[in-house]
């Protein structure tokens, strides 16, 4: 739970923090009734956080590569009545559009979605739905931009010759669409509040990659918006870049992107011990100035399930800094 104190009022919001899309499809398949899933766990999170009067959701998706597609489907299903989630463009120019299977909506409270550059595939379908139904703020870096399907052959099966095993080639079979027509392939989904990355989209991501098929859109689905999320994004950035300004936290990270992309551009070291000491302390220096220097933060506590739990989330100022962009969300729409 991650508590808040926004203009003089508290809001307590739940955190989920999600690793990967999973199923135990082995489990499902043998009749198992209670067969874990990344859906089925975060809808008893959801029920959970329900009786602690909360004021709003966070989805965690930073470092969620991806995984199964179905439970991408599912969980925005869990925040959405009905309607499209993710259309597939196949190899031959046929376009499948996957349905939310559920009616029903398990929360329907104000919902943010914390992403990075490392969350891909699913949690980009994730992403990109909630954004494209207004249904939620999403928040953080451009995602990694894997929009693709691929499709594992096994040679032995067209080859004549039986005496040598072939191996597996694996090609691209299809492409994902967001329900609004944008690809989340190569471009990734783009947050409507940004924080400061050290990664460039040029050198790491789908887009990085030197045969990556580009970015396109296709037609629109059909489909609802829930609320104009967007008119609140000018002053919510407002309120957001005032107070990084003045964000100790915020600062340390920007310095250290700033080095980051100066080491980028040496091409060469120096060998000296004596600088090298010097060099050293310098930099343990710097990160003893910071433990004296920073703010602290409010504790943040996870509820503990096959989603992710960890224990140093209490000094995530990321996470800090997107409860605080959603209590300003909360308060923007109530007023």
């Known amino acids: 739970m991650l508590e808040i104190l926004n203009d003089g009022k508290p809001f307590r919001l739940g955190v989920i923090d999600i690793p990967k899309f999973y199923s135990d ?54 925040f959405i009545k009905n309607g499209p989630v993710v259309q597939v463009k196949n ?37 990109g ?47 994902y669409y967001r329900v609004s027509g944008a690809s989340t392939q190569n471009r990734g989904v783009i947050p409507d509040i940004s924080f400061p990355s050290a990664i460039d989209p040029k050198d790491f991501g789908e887009s990085a990659e030197p045969s990556a098929l580009p970015y396109d859109e296709i037609k629109s689905a059909v489909y609802n918006k829930y609320e104009d999320i967007k008119k609140f994004i000018p002053e919510l950035k407002a309120k957001h870049e005032r107070r990084i300004s003045n964000n100790k936290n915020f600062e340390h990270l920007n310095e250290d992107i700033l080095i980051y992309q100066e080491n980028k551009l040496k091409t060469s070291i120096s060998l000296n011990e004596e600088k090298r000491i010097i060099e050293k302390e310098k930099e343990e220096q710097r990160k003893s100035d910071r433990i ?44």
């Open 25 to 78: 499809f082995e489990a499902q398949r043998s009749g198992d009734g209670n067969f874990r899933s990344t859906t089925r766990d975060v809808r008893k999170l959801i029920d959970s956080l329900s009786k602690e009067n909360i004021s709003g959701i966070i989805i965690d998706l930073r470092e969620d590569g991806g995984g199964s597609l179905q439970e991408a489907i599912e969980l925005t299903g869990l």
């Open 91 to 127: 190899s031959d120019g046929k376009i499948d559009i996957a349905e939310d299977p559920d009616p029903n909506i398990v929360y329907d409270g104000p919902l943010a979605v914390l992403v990075n550059r490392f969350s891909a595939s699913a949690s980009e379908i994730f992403a």
């Open 129 to 175: 739905a909630i954004q494209d139904y207004e249904r939620g703020i999403i928040i953080g870096e451009q995602t990694f931009g894997k929009g693709t399907v691929q499709n594992l052959i096994d040679l032995n099966r067209v080859s004549t010759n039986r005496n040598n095993t072939l191996g597996q080639l694996k090609i691209t079979i299809a492409k």
């Open 292 to 335: 004296v220097d920073s703010e602290v933060n409010q504790d943040v506590e996870l509820l503990d399930e096959e989603v992710r739990v960890t224990d140093n989330k209490k000094n995530d100022f990321i996470l800090d800094e997107t409860g605080r962009i959603l209590s300003d969300l909360i308060l923007l729409s109530s007023s």
